[in-house]
């Protein structure tokens, strides 16, 4: 199946790309990976987006995005980008249900992913009560005691959502101050269902068959606690998903893929944009924005290279 434009991952970076790269007639193929919508369709509540008075559920801004971007052809595939081969072009792609695309094009938007806690208990309790997403699995703490991990506006934006359902929701932060921004932290200090433990990290997730407990270190005392607990929400950043493309485009201390503020790589024709790119920013808007210079960047690439080939063309049948 050959393309001009393949566009790998489906978050507001990848469909923005898609919508551009379709309105340019190019019909590009979308390769839509582990989660589609990308992080944003987890979201329970997007208040930032510009051109939403009331805000709009990050499932539904995901979708709207993929339809507008159906309607002017962009193309869907349900898999999983497994290889890719930059060395030879067209480019080569493999998933992981045995189909090779080709692509003259590549838009890498694979996001990233939650950055995890690293503790004892945390994988072997892995969706027995540990999760990474409160708008999945909100609805099974009913009435439950929680602690969510971090400081940030993810921790507290999911956290402010599982306040819809958990009896109590402890905080755990390893500074004494949030990083999240004042509206949200205004928020989470007026909610009582919400406390804060400050200066701390979790050392342990407790439990046989399900989440018990927390063992929490205070960093400036050194004091230990167990804190009952039915579920644990860590939300301490997130790591770019770009282990395909190792050895293939130049990637930074961080992991994230390197690019010349233009969402060039160091491969000609591939193109990356969103959260697998930015560290610092990290919203849905600057991931759409930097989606639709790829697109367009990606475009202009493919109209310089069919210009190059017609001018060789045409050399050739003068010389002839």
């Known amino acids: 199946m050959h393309n001009k434009v393949v566009i790998i991952g489906s978050g507001p970076a990848g469909l923005t790309a898609a919508l551009y790269a379709a309105r340019a007639n190019l019909e590009p193929l979308v390769v839509r990976g582990l989660q589609p919508g990308g992080l944003i369709a987890t979201t329970a509540e997007v208040e930032n987006y510009p051109g939403f008075v009331e805000g709009i559920g990050g499932f539904e801004l995901a979708d709207n995005m993929e339809k507008q971007a159906a309607r002017f052809g962009a193309r869907f595939l349900d898999t999983l980008v497994t290889r890719v081969d930059a060395g030879q072009r067209p480019f080569v792609l493999t998933t992981d249900d045995g189909q090779q695309l080709t692509a003259d094009t590549l838009i890498v938007s694979t996001g990233a992913s939650p950055r995890k806690l690293g503790v004892p208990g945390e994988e ?118 770009t282990k395909l493309f190792e050895g293939i485009l130049t990637l930074d201390a961080g992991g994230y893929i390197v690019t010349d503020g233009r969402q060039r790589t160091n491969v000609l024709g591939i193109f990356a944009a969103g959260d697998v790119v930015d560290h610092i920013y990290r919203q849905a808007i600057t991931a759409a924005g930097e989606g639709c210079k790829a697109a367009m960047e990606a475009t202009w690439y493919l109209a310089e290279q069919e210009h190059a080939a017609r001018k060789a063309a045409q050399a050739e049948s003068v010389s002839s």
Not at 136 to 154: L, M, Y
Not at 159 to 166: D, E, I, K, Q, S
Not at 185 to 192: H, K, L
């Open 124 to 241: 072997r309790l892995a969706n027995r009560g540990v999760s990474y997403c409160a708008t999945c699995d909100g609805f099974f703490f009913r009435g439950k005691k929680v602690v969510v991990v971090g400081g940030g506006n993810s921790a507290l934006d999911e956290g402010l959502f599982l306040t819809r359902y958990v009896s109590e929701l402890i905080i755990v932060h390893r500074r004494d101050a949030l990083r999240a921004d004042p509206i949200l932290q205004e928020r989470a200090f007026s909610n009582e269902k919400i406390r804060f433990i400050w200066d701390s990290t979790v050392e342990e997730i407790l439990g046989e068959d399900r989440v018990s407990a927390v063992r929490i270190r205070n960093l400036k005392t050194g004091e230990t606690s167990e804190l009952a607990a039915d579920g644990v929400f860590p939300y301490i950043g997130h790591v770019p998903n």
